[in-house]
């Protein structure tokens, strides 16, 4: 069965930059995307954007083009966020998920990673 | 790319049966037939419940049912129970080739 592990809870000053992670296991990811979501404090889901492991194709939700960068090692089928200047409207918990290419839904979750940026 | 529209909550009495709209665009729901319901409880990671409109994953009560007529997609819960009070987000695949949530509804069983 597919897992996703997520990295742990961080907590970060504004200006900082950060990389949390999603490790797959459970099958091989070659062909599967990884999406990442943000839920900020008491609100709704959204989508981050998107990264398929085969050939590391990106694509990224309009509101956070430029403010996030999504990667992959698909040697160690592990996907990437990464924040370059963290902001404090950042903090949210972000999930990553997994699709199979092909598919449009996404059955296998992270438990979630707690962003915190804050002076 | 906005965000699909659905209500903020929707209540029901255990046994009754809801409906949760999804309302988007031809640019999304009307386009594809992939829209997908999620059940998410506090603190918790989304559990996929629906998928491609109207299919439920293999372990999901048949109490989950959805459709979709022109722009809007619907979930249907029969037969309410206690443990169905969640939060519920559509999401729908779009012509710019990303996914987008809907703006998720607070189901309260009464």
């Known amino acids: 069965e597919v897992q996703l592990e997520q990295s742990g809870a961080e907590v970060k000053k504004p200006g900082e930059s950060l990389r949390i992670s999603c490790q797959g296991s459970g099958n091989s990811f070659t062909n599967y995307w990884i999406g990442w979501a943000r839920q900020m404090p008491g609100k709704g889901l959204e989508w981050v954007g998107f990264i398929h492991f085969r050939d590391s194709e990106t694509r990224y939700s309009p509101s956070f083009q430029g403010q996030v960068t999504i990667s992959a090692d698909k040697s160690i089928s592990t996907a990437y966020l990464q924040w370059s200047n963290l902001k404090a409207s950042e903090t949210a918990t972000y999930y990553c998920?997994?699709?199979?290419?092909?598919?449009?839904?996404?059955?296998?979750w992270g438990q979630g990673t707690l962003l915190t940026v804050s002076s | 790319q906005s965000a699909l529209t659905q209500p903020a909550s929707v209540s029901g009495s255990p046994g009754q049966s809801i409906t949760i709209s999804c309302t988007g665009t031809s640019s999304d729901v009307g386009y594809y037939n992939y829209v997908s319901w999620y059940q998410q409880y506090p603190g918790k990671a989304p559990k996929l419940i629906i998928y491609?409109?109207?299919n439920r994953p293999s372990g999901v009560s048949d109490r989950f049912s959805g459709s979709k007529s022109g722009n809007t997609a619907s979930l249907t819960i029969s037969g309410l129970q206690d443990e169905d009070e969640s939060d519920y987000y559509c999401?729908?695949?779009?012509?710019?080739?990303?996914?987008?949530f809907g703006t998720g509804t607070r189901v309260t069983v009464l």
């Open positions: 999401s729908s695949y779009t012509t710019t080739n990303i996914y987008v």
């Open positions: 998920a997994s699709a199979v290419h092909g598919s449009s839904s996404w059955p296998h």
């Open positions: 491609e409109v109207s």
